[in-house]
């Protein structure tokens, strides 16, 4: 990941941070411990991936670019 794409999700992180704190009756630590546990949740997301499988027959016409 470039430098680039690390800032700029730093700073929209602090973003959301900031806008939490001002809006919202949370305090510092709620609004961290809600953080770190969606963190951990997306973390440990199951991740499914479909392998192509070829020699399921495609619908006439499928093209798969490769």
């Not at 470039?2 to 939490?20: C, D, F, G, P, V």
């Not at 809006?23 to 440990?44: F, H, P, R, Y």
Request: with cysteine; hydrophobic share 35%.
């Amino acid at each position: 990941m470039s430098a680039e794409a690390k800032n700029q999700i730093k700073h929209e992180t602090i973003k959301l941070l900031n806008r939490y704190q001002e809006e919202s009756d949370l305090d510092e630590e709620d609004i961290v411990q809600a953080c770190t546990d969606g963190l951990n949740e997306w973390l440990n997301e199951e991740i499914v991936v479909f392998d192509e499988d070829e020699d399921e027959d495609l619908p006439e016409g499928f093209i798969i670019e490769e």
